[in-house]
């Protein structure tokens, strides 16, 4: 099993900046891709970054140049800068990971932008 723990929600003004955290715990040999997903109110859970071990990354096209992820594979832990912040990216942000095909999730943070 997998354990993955967000940290770093909140509540920012429109434009504003904050850096999720997601620390992975337990059986995180082969842990492969990792990634944020993101879920509004009555709306479906969209990916919004993934990155692989080895550092390949794609990002969903609404959040491109203004959202960055990265990983630190020694502290098993991946990472979501994220500037200019619209309202629009109200939502849970789940981060997961994928380790021998079975696919790991957090609890989620809350992230709130008000306009």
């Known amino acids: 099993q997998v354990q993955l723990v967000e940290s770093g929600g909140g509540l920012v003004q429109s434009g504003g900046s904050l850096r999720l955290s997601c620390a992975a715990s337990g059986m995180v040999s082969s842990i492969n891709a990792m990634g944020w997903y993101r879920q509004a109110p009555g709306k479906q859970r969209d990916m919004v970054a993934a990155?692989?071990?080895?550092?390949?990354?794609a990002y969903a096209d609404f959040v491109k140049g203004r959202f960055t992820i990265s990983r630190d594979n020694a502290k098993n832990t991946v990472y979501l800068q994220m500037n200019s912040l619209k309202p629009e990216d109200t939502a849970v942000y789940y981060c997961?990971?994928?380790?021998?095909?079975?696919?790991?999730w957090g609890q989620g943070t809350q992230v709130t932008v008000s306009s």
């Open positions: 997961n990971a994928n380790r021998l095909s079975a696919l790991y």
């Open positions: 990155i692989s071990r080895s550092g390949t990354i």
